[in-house]
């Protein structure tokens, strides 16, 4: 069976068998911005009575809002778990219209310029003000856009690479430090075992390609005052794709996709070796591959500049309120707690199996133990907590399900046909700006 889930709901604490794709936005994007007039300051008591709603998917949330319930009885929050992904955001946007869109719902970062544009997130850039000193800089570019800030973070999916430390040491292999040191390691793997690959370059991923994109310095969209600035195939993401395409040509590297059954076999028996994924790679490993326990072991991406070490994202979501919330000063206090203060970092860990967007969850007691799957790694969540450090994000744009569903069809063709992977990244460029245009949004050529 495919196995899927949508991108950055990942648990990786827990042995998930189910992952896939990048989640597919709603179609119907509102061109023109906002429809609502909404004040960026708070309006009311944070500590007057209320019901606020909250709209999300996150696993054993409801337990998390139980602790919040039982301090605050006079401000209930009522946890629905109306849909996931893109049914998500359509059913928020047509309760927006309808004038009962609830008061909190979380969103996928590449989801949010859909709200943003459509008036239905709140400006919170008062609320951010005041809580950003507990993120680094490359998380608020998840949820910032032209200087404000609409949502605050709660989880996120910084990169890292997983080796089978049992087979790198019975093919006598380094550990890659750089990503020449990946294509030496990969040529070496082909010429002592041509069964066996170092990794795999899939086009089913776009978010997995996004995040190698960001590692290397890349900015995909950028909003000023209202103009949409798209550079997709800009020299950082070129960079990453002539270098990814120069291998799987050269079949060095292999081209299938991740998350089929034969990824899965390829995982459990070595065929392939490492796997550039996320904090929550793990928990995918013990669905996967549960024979493997213990051969795994994490270390940070290979880097493009080793004296400036990065890395990017994949996956993870924040809070956002509803621009038509009554209760908006109640919200945000509900709010900063969910993703800021300690208990509530904890069982969101605890209950969720989330990897938290705050610096001090992190560093949480309860990510003292490793994952499951890599008991031969105490020390997972210290270096997990060093790599978050250099992550960097960019903006997403209203129409990313467009591009993401380019790359899907661009680059497989690519794989395919053997041509230029820099070149599918201009297509790729070329239909997402088409698209922007065609629904109306103003477009600056980069």
């Not at 209320?50 to 919040?68: G, M, S």
């Not at 019975?170 to 990969?186: M, N």
């Not at 990244?425 to 698209?435: R, T």
Request: include cysteine.
């Amino acid at each position: 069976m495919t196995q899927q889930l949508p991108l950055g709901r990942r648990g990786f604490l827990k042995g998930i068998a189910t992952i896939g794709a990048a989640a597919t936005l709603p179609t119907f994007l509102a061109a023109c911005g906002g429809d609502d007039e909404e004040s960026t300051q708070p309006q009311g008591d944070p500590d007057a009575p209320a019901n606020l709603t909250f709209w999300t998917w996150a696993a054993n949330i409801e337990k998390v809002v139980e602790i919040w319930n039982a301090k605050n009885p006079t401000q209930k929050v009522t946890v629905s778990n109306q849909a996931q992904g893109d049914e998500l955001i359509t059913k928020t946007l047509t309760a927006h219209r309808a004038g009962n869109a609830p008061d909190l719902i979380q969103a996928e970062y590449q989801a949010l310029p859909v709200l943003i544009t459509n008036g239905v997130a709140a400006d919170l850039t008062s609320l951010a003000d005041s809580v950003k000193g507990e993120f680094t800089e490359g998380t608020w570019a998840l949820t910032s856009f032209g200087g404000k800030a609409y949502a605050i973070p709660q989880d996120v999916g910084p990169m890292m690479l997983y080796y089978r430390e049992d087979l790198f040491q019975q093919l006598g292999l380094t550990v890659p430090k750089t990503w020449d040191d990946f294509a030496a390691v990969a040529r070496q793997v082909r010429q002592k075992d041509p069964k066996r690959y170092l990794a795999t370059f899939s086009s089913g991923d776009p978010g997995w390609f996004a995040g190698l994109a960001e590692q290397a310095g890349a900015n995909w969209w950028v909003n000023d005052g209202g103009t949409w600035t798209v550079t997709i195939n800009d020299e950082a993401t070129r960079k990453v794709a002539s270098f990814w395409g120069g291998l799987v040509n050269q079949d060095v590297l292999s081209g299938k996709p991740m998350y089929t059954p034969e990824w899965n076999k390829a995982m459990s028996d070595g065929t392939l070796l490492a796997w550039p994924s996320a904090i929550w790679g793990a928990g995918v490993l013990e669905g996967v591959a549960p024979a493997t326990k213990g051969k795994w072991r994490m270390v940070p991406l290979p880097q493009w500049d080793a004296a400036a070490p990065a890395t990017g994202y994949w996956g993870g979501s924040a809070t956002a309120i509803s621009s038509k919330s009554s209760q908006r000063a109640q919200a945000e206090k509900f709010v900063r707690w969910l993703n800021t203060d300690p208990e509530a970092l904890d069982a969101l860990i605890r209950e969720g199996g989330i990897y938290p967007a705050a610096t001090k969850g992190q560093a949480s007691p309860e990510l003292s133990k490793a994952p499951a799957m890599m008991p031969n790694q105490p020390s997972f969540f210290t270096e997990a907590a060093e790599i978050a450090k250099t992550a960097r994000g960019f903006n997403w744009a209203p129409n990313v399900n467009v591009t993401y569903g380019q790359y899907n069809d661009i680059f497989a063709k690519a794989i395919q046909d053997r041509s230029d992977f820099a070149a599918a990244v201009d297509a790729i460029q070329a239909a997402s700006v088409a698209d922007l245009k065609k629904q109306g949004f103003q477009v600056e050529e980069a």
